[in-house]
């Protein structure tokens, strides 16, 4: 293996890229000519695209092809992660593999640092964040948990997992997207910002509110349970509960067996949602929606039972049209203009 590895290296050097002393992130031709170069040798690439695909291109085919087996890793100084070992080239010189850094209680990442790259929290593993910034993807793993109850954390690109345990956040952002699939519970409360997409699907249970943001959609499917826990603190046990959140684009709550409530609910949050789109509730169970100020439309159909609501024209507003089993709720409209101006 070692000396395919070096063969392998030594074409990398030799036929697509200069290797100084560290490779680091490469500019989009410099990556096409690499990629073009390998795909010759019938290196399967397919692995490489999708959600990651910004991240090196070398390490992921060195991890796919040559590095099967474990291999014993450290965190250096700047948070990031390195392979343990360097790689002669041709002409003598090194080359050190980035890889991400990753966060567990072995390996916790110190308050109020930088992580330049993404961070990991491996399967199984407890990841504790105060005041941290991760300059890519923050990424959790099967049956973890992501604690950032300390609050100050920014994370510049997206959040997502896959199984984790919990992903607790508060007086946190997130630059993209916040994805959570097959989850525990989820608990983002107060003040948490998302550039764009909010998606729940197939959680446990989850409550977000406390003046935050969403700048794109929010989507939430299948969530199975009731508000417990950490939540709790949040009001009570019951529903899971999306409140005092401005949300840019829909709101599309589908397929959820456990209660939910949309906007203020009693025991529980004061405030509703300000929607910038459409309110879409499909085929759920308990759902109810109190005092939100809805841009678009409020569209209910298929649930059992029908939604609910106590509000009243002087506190709900639906500035678009109601349809299907929220038709004939009392709403007002506050944009005498017209829908969504």
Sequence with gaps: MERDLHFFIGMIHEKALPVQRDVERYSDSGRVGVEQMLRLADFDFGAFRGDWAHEEIIYDILVEEFLSGPTPR??????????????????????????????????????????????????????????????????????????????????????????????????????????????????????????????????????????????????????????????????????NALCNTTIGGDVQVV?????????????????????????QIFHNGMVVIDNNDIEHNLLCDANNPPPTTTSTSATQFVDGTKQGQCAAFDTGKDDPDGVGQ
């Design 74 to 239: 450290r965190i250096a100084s700047t948070v990031n992660r390195h392979l343990p070992f360097a790689t002669p080239s041709r002409e003598a010189r090194h080359v050190n593999f980035l890889l991400p850094g990753f966060c567990d209680a072995t390996h916790p990442v110190a308050p109020a640092s930088t992580v330049t790259d993404n961070l990991d929290v491996p399967d199984g593993a407890t990841c504790v964040l105060v005041g941290v910034t991760v300059t890519g993807n923050v990424r959790v793993g099967e049956g973890a948990t992501l604690d950032g109850t300390g609050g100050g954390n920014n994370f510049m690109q997206n959040l997502q997992a896959h199984g984790p345990k919990a992903i607790y956040l508060s007086n946190s952002s997130v630059g993209g997207n916040l994805q959570v699939h097959a989850s525990g519970q989820v608990y983002l409360y107060p003040a948490i910002s998302i550039g764009h997409d909010l998606l729940f699907n197939k959680i446990t249970n989850f409550c977000m509110g406390g003046v935050s943001t969403i700048g794109g959609n929010a989507q939430i499917f299948g969530t199975t349970g009731i508000s417990t826990g950490v939540c709790v603190s949040f009001g009570s046990a019951g529903p």
């Design 255 to 279: 397929v959820n067996e456990g209660p939910i409530a949309l906007g203020s609910f009693l025991g529980g949050c004061t405030v509703g949602l300000k929607v910038g789109g459409d309110m």
